[in-house]
């Protein structure tokens, strides 16, 4: 079930309103999606499975890289040009033009959507939780990351404990790059504080991801929990 608690509105005047924020969310990586496929009895081994995710994942890169849209039952995926041409006769600048990928959900996932059993909770009963962050090189808040500086992640329930592949701190690229910081680079590791040094990440939006299992006092919780930020992340270009 997707487990959510209800919190005040901070972006309405009325006192009463609240909103939902989904907690305690198990995050699947590869590895348990494959043991997952693996129970369904579909008569393929592990290997054959690999094979096929990471053929797939090729496909895609590839077509993308070539300039054509792909279109899923899970995802469609297109590239997009950005930025502004002066004139008919201008050309693609690297330096004031980019290519974005944009991504979004297929038809099998917005059915999916509809699909998703709920489950209320108190707040007492959630588990890690980001409430702000603050990229100590400039001082912004829930806004700018600085490669190679800090940035503090302040919350509940975010002490990076277990040893479960999925545990630790990330950045989520636009374009589902997943870039994860060396547990060495957490600086700072706390309940309610975690600091971590920013990866040299490109120019662009992330999301940020923190998967835990501390349960408090010390103690492991049996499942990974997962506290995704709200407020998307940027790394902001240096050229003028």
Same mark, same amino acid.
């Given at each position: 079930?997707?487990? =959510?608690?209800?919190?005040?509105?901070?972006?309405?005047?009325?006192?009463?309103?609240? !909103?939902? !924020?989904?907690?305690?969310?198990?995050?699947?990586?590869?590895?348990?999606?494959? $043991?997952?496929?693996?129970?369904?009895?579909?008569?393929?081994?592990?290997?054959?499975?690999?094979?096929?995710?990471?053929?797939?994942?090729?496909?895609?890169?590839? +077509?993308?890289?070539?300039?054509?849209?792909?279109?899923?039952?899970?995802? $469609?995926?297109?590239?997009?040009?950005?930025?502004?041409?002066?004139?008919?006769?201008?050309?693609?600048?690297?330096?004031?033009?980019?290519?974005?990928?944009? =991504?979004?959900?297929?038809?099998?996932? !917005?059915? +999916?959507?509809? !699909?998703?059993?709920?489950?209320?909770?108190?707040?007492?009963?959630?588990?890690?939780?980001?409430?702000?962050?603050?990229?100590?090189?400039?001082?912004?808040?829930?806004?700018?990351?600085?490669? /190679?500086?800090?940035?503090?992640?302040?919350?509940?329930?975010?002490?990076?404990?277990?040893?479960?592949?999925?545990?630790?701190?990330?950045?989520?690229?636009?374009?589902?790059?997943?870039?994860?910081?060396?547990?060495?680079?957490?600086?700072?590791?706390?309940?309610?504080?975690?600091?971590?040094?920013?990866?040299?990440?490109?120019?662009?939006?992330?999301?940020?991801?923190?998967?835990?299992?501390?349960?408090?006092? /010390?103690?492991?919780?049996?499942?990974?929990?997962?506290?995704?930020?709200?407020?998307?992340?940027?790394?902001?270009?240096?050229?003028?």
């Amino acid at each position: 079930m997707l487990e =959510y608690c209800l919190e005040r509105n901070e972006l309405t005047d009325n006192p009463d309103d609240m !909103r939902a !924020r989904t907690v305690n969310v198990i995050s699947l990586n590869q590895d348990e999606i494959i $043991n997952r496929i693996l129970k369904i009895g579909a008569g393929l081994t592990r290997s054959d499975i690999v094979s096929v995710l990471e053929a797939e994942a090729q496909v895609v890169k590839d +077509a993308l890289e070539d300039g054509e849209a792909v279109t899923t039952h899970l995802f $469609n995926a297109f590239p997009s040009i950005q930025g502004v041409f002066t004139g008919a006769e201008d050309a693609f600048d690297s330096r004031r033009h980019s290519v974005k990928i944009h =991504y979004a959900a297929g038809i099998g996932l !917005r059915e +999916a959507s509809g !699909r998703v059993k709920l489950k209320k909770v108190l707040p007492g009963q959630t588990g890690a939780i980001i409430t702000a962050v603050t990229d100590v090189k400039t001082g912004s808040v829930n806004h700018l990351l600085t490669p /190679g500086r800090t940035l503090r992640i302040y919350g509940g329930k975010l002490k990076v404990m277990g040893k479960d592949a999925s545990v630790g701190v990330f950045f989520i690229g636009a374009d589902g790059k997943t870039v994860k910081v060396e547990p060495s680079d957490i600086v700072e590791n706390k309940p309610t504080e975690v600091i971590v040094m920013i990866p040299e990440l490109e120019v662009g939006e992330y999301h940020l991801r923190l998967a835990t299992q501390f349960a408090g006092s /010390g103690s492991l919780a049996k499942k990974v929990h997962t506290a995704d930020f709200a407020e998307p992340l940027t790394v902001p270009s240096t050229k003028e």
